[in-house]
């Protein structure tokens, strides 16, 4: 202590303010310059990676067309990816490192109800925005102080429709088939009550994914002698049971979701095992110029909702920092203003990015609508207002059977 | 209830033989090399990839599917346990077998990555018409499966054979039993230790196609099954090969039985409980000291 005097206690104290100063002039300066940091957590590996590479692209495409429009605030925005392997641990990494280094003011994308459930803490703790796709009643449902906005329909509506459309179809005896999933035993309970109203029975049986064969899950299936299955399963169990219900014989109606009955299912699957089955799809607007105009910039013929969903999810975070009258970019600033530029009953109806965006920093009344939707929330987060398509297997291919 | 139990068993002998050759393959390896290469899963899946390529692109039949996915597995085991494991086994200490066996987890996930890159993540099924099981009684069977249990049991015929009959088979036994002894009688452990290899990941490469005729395949076709696999050359004892059999049949049956009692989500759950009993009662494996490569 003797060797410290006041001289040099000075110099240091002089030395030590001289750095606070640097270094908050630097971090001042970042803001005004540096990118806004949106995240993305998608399944680009694993069980539920189907639609990971489609979603990544939009995302890009969103970045593209913000940063060619200006920006927003004068700062281009910077989309950082990354990849939840279809698996909440990975998840969970890779949103602390979103939230703690990138310094993210949103996270889009997430995509399986188990990812979504295990990051959304994460989120509303570090005063980030989530913007999810997962279907899971419980999400919305967590304290998340408004910081959760979902764009897919809830496993209960999909549910419902799933199940008022077995009941159309004629059928009497429900059996479901799923994996361990936060929403696995709230299907078999909402399909099951459905059937139970109107005048037939329902069960189910939840298996262990990840498995080379179901046959005993379908035997067990099958002992409850259905005229109806509904498939709540992602692609690669639900094909593998697809083929098992094949192998034996199973003649009945197959009705599954569009994140298990798809495009890479019924490439992944002989006809003869996915013919006939159903899906459920939850609809983008394909009528709108948005969907149309994110198609063709994607040089594709059709795009799933998932994908549309999460180009929104760029748009709004950004839109939503864009309005913000207080100025500040962050993530509550990216909260307090998603529904004034989403669903502004006075605001002026866009869908194309770039006027929403001259309007929103004009100050002007926006209401924007994507390529997914309306995408109007209730208090809860939840998305209102949803489409749905029927689609059915078809010689292999699916074929639209109904929309509404 | 009885034809429950029959049902269940016969579902079960159709995993277990699923598994069974990676099984093989894998105790074979160790037998040989003294390490577990976990890498055996990758080369599963590459055996499935080169199985549905032969298949859909060239129109092969069967039998010359699975020629080509033993070769091409097989060679690609060698060739990636020469670059990634060989240099960390030739300066061998105590904890070599430990490192290697790490060094082989890391080797499935580059290999398991590299697939993803080429192939991409989807699921891609083989040229073949599925078909209806058939009915003996009361129990089905289903035809393609019952084809995986005969091949799975004549390769581990033509295995046992192999290592009783012919020198070289009999020389990769005596590496197995003691390395040094059997330098002293001028065999060449190190071109063992690759043939060991080639026949071992080749061997899971043919597991891999008959699984993906089945299933399909995409990039974590294996690493989705290593575990059960692994379990299965424990419980067979890890260096007989006839236990490595018997382990892969034992571990689908219990799995399936196991639905009898408990919900299917906790399949899991009673393979790994039997793999605690058998070494509780028998810490060697049901086959330790029983003839295989290692007597």
């Known amino acids: ?404 | 209830m009885l034809t429950d139990v029959l049902q269940y068993l016969v579902n079960g002998l159709i995993v277990g033989a699923l598994i069974a050759l990676p099984a093989l393959g894998l105790t074979l390896i160790f037998s040989v090399l003294g390490f577990v290469n976990f890498s055996i899963a990758a080369q599963l899946t590459a055996g499935a990839y080169a199985g549905w390529l032969a298949n859909t692109l060239l129109h092969l039949p069967l039998i010359a599917v699975l020629i080509c996915s033993f070769v091409v597995a097989g060679a690609l085991g060698v060739v990636t346990d020469r670059i990634a494991l060989a240099p960390i086994r030739r300066k061998s200490t105590s904890q070599t077998p430990l490192m290697v066996a790490i060094a082989s987890i890391a080797l499935n996930m580059a290999l398991e990555n590299a697939y993803r890159f080429y192939f991409g993540s989807g699921l891609n099924s083989f040229d073949m018409p599925i078909a209806r099981d058939m009915k003996i009684g009361a129990v089905r069977i289903g035809r393609q499966q019952l084809h995986n249990l005969e091949i799975a049991i004549g390769l581990a015929v033509l295995l046992a054979l192999f290592f009783s009959l012919t020198r070289i088979g009999k020389a990769m036994r005596a590496v197995a039993d003691n390395v040094d002894l059997a330098r002293l009688k001028g065999i060449e452990p190190v071109r063992l230790a690759n043939l060991a290899t080639f026949i071992g990941m080749g061997l899971a490469g043919i597991g891999g196609a008959l699984l993906a005729i089945d299933t399909s395949v995409d990039p974590s076709t294996g690493s989705r099954l290593i575990l059960l696999i692994f379990a299965g050359s424990v419980v067979g004892g890890l260096t007989s090969l006839p236990g490595a059999v018997v382990g892969a049949l034992s571990m689908g049956m219990i799995g399936e039985l196991g639905l009898l009692v408990l919900p299917p989500v906790y399949q899991s759950l009673t393979a790994f409980v039997a793999i605690l009993v058998t070494l509780l009662a028998r810490p060697g494996g049901i086959f330790s000291g029983a003839t295989g490569v290692r007597r």
């Open chain 1, 1 to 404: 202590m003797s060797k410290i005097d006041r001289r040099n206690l000075l110099r240091a104290g002089l030395g030590a303010g001289g750095l606070m100063l640097s270094s908050n002039l630097s971090s001042s300066w970042a803001q005004q310059n540096d990118p806004i940091q949106i995240g993305l957590i998608i399944p680009l590996t694993g069980a539920t990676s189907q639609f990971g590479a489609t979603m990544g692209q939009a995302a890009k495409i969103a970045e593209t067309e913000i940063n060619s429009a200006g920006g927003v605030r004068g700062r281009p925005i910077q989309i950082v990816i990354e990849d939840d392997q279809s698996n909440p641990e990975a998840a969970v990494r890779a949103a602390h490192k979103l939230i703690d280094v990138d310094k993210v003011v949103a996270i889009g994308g997430s995509y399986a109800s188990a990812v979504t459930s295990a990051i959304a803490p994460l989120c509303w703790e570090g005063r980030t925005v989530l913007f999810t796709s997962s279907g899971a009643d419980s999400i919305t449902k967590l304290p998340h102080q408004g910081y959760i906005f979902r764009t897919s329909p809830t496993v209960t509506l999909q549910g419902t429709r799933v199940g008022d459309f077995a009941v159309k179809l004629g059928a009497k005896k429900m059996f479901f088939l799923g994996p361990q999933t936060p929403f696995a035993q709230s299907y078999i309970d909402i399909i099951s009550s459905i059937f139970k109203a109107a005048g037939g029975s329902g069960s189910g049986l939840i298996y262990e994914d990840k498995k080379a064969s179901y046959r005993s899950e379908v035997d067990q299936a099958l002992k409850e002698s259905p005229d109806v299955i509904v498939l709540g399963g992602y692609v690669p169990d639900t094909s593998v049971v697809l083929k098992d219900l094949y192998r034996a014989g199973f003649s009945g109606k197959k009705v599954g979701f569009s994140f298990g009955i798809n495009d890479a299912l019924t490439k992944a699957v002989p006809a003869e095992a996915s013919n006939g089955a159903y899906s459920l799809v939850p609809s983008a607007s394909e009528n709108s110029e948005a969907y149309k105009h994110l198609v063709e910039k994607m040089k594709l013929s059709h795009l799933d909702s998932y994908s549309c969903q999460v180009y929104d999810h760029v748009v709004l975070a950004s839109l939503a920092l864009a309005h913000a009258p207080s100025g500040k970019v962050d993530g509550t600033a990216v909260r307090d203003n998603v529904r004034a530029i989403s669903q502004d009953s006075e605001g002026k109806r866009t869908d194309d990015v770039v006027d929403a965006l001259k309007l929103a920093a004009s100050g002007a009344h926006v209401n924007y609508d994507g390529p997914s939707g309306a995408l109007e929330f209730a208090d809860n987060g939840d998305v209102k207002g949803v489409f749905f398509r029927y689609e059915q297997v078809e010689e292999g291919k699916l074929v639209v059977r109904k929309v509404g």
